[in-house]
């Protein structure tokens, strides 16, 4: 009998202790990849200035700097950035110039217009870097719809292999 109460104790807490691990985490992320070569030229005329490679987005002039803007998908309605939703983005700087690399990552507005943003520049003449933006907050503006746009200065001879956007909180359990 006390066999019995023990097995049925013991079945019972490990359905306990697979419910909750298998429970999604309140701090779970959605991690979105997205290759440098889907960056384009954010001017018109610049547009020939960029290579769309398999190792990114490269600027082939060896004498002008140019604006690209990379597209950022937001799939949550609902503010879901702060601390931990980050962008990683992957850059590599060959110039031999003095221009630093830069990138911006902005929160917009429905009309477009810029509600918070991050940044980071370096300069680094043939070396790789992982560059670190926080997913800027739209708390507190009654712009929950909003999106987010990234933005980025490439000097001569520079480009952007890849970049993760990290958003809090998944929409669903396929994420």
Known sequence: ????IKTTALSALALVVCSVASTPS???????????SECNAYYASTTERF?????????????S???VMCPITRDNSFDNA????TT??????SSATTQSLSCYLHSLSQSGGIIRSD????????????????LPTTAGTSQSWAGYGMYCWLPPRSRIV??????RTPTDANN
Do not use: C, Q
């Open 88 to 93: 990683w983005v992957r850059v590599y700087d």
């Open 162 to 167: 890849y970049y993760n956007v990290y958003e």
């Open 51 to 63: 290579d769309h490679r398999i190792d990114g987005l490269y600027n082939n002039s060896g004498t």
């Open 119 to 134: 940044s980071e520049s370096f300069s680094g003449n043939n070396s790789y870097r992982w560059m670190s933006l926080n």
């Open 1 to 4: 009998m006390f066999r019995h």
């Open 82 to 85: 702060g601390p931990g939703s």
């Open 26 to 36: 309140a701090l779970a992320y959605d991690r979105k990849g997205y290759h440098g």
């Open 65 to 67: 700097g140019g604006w």
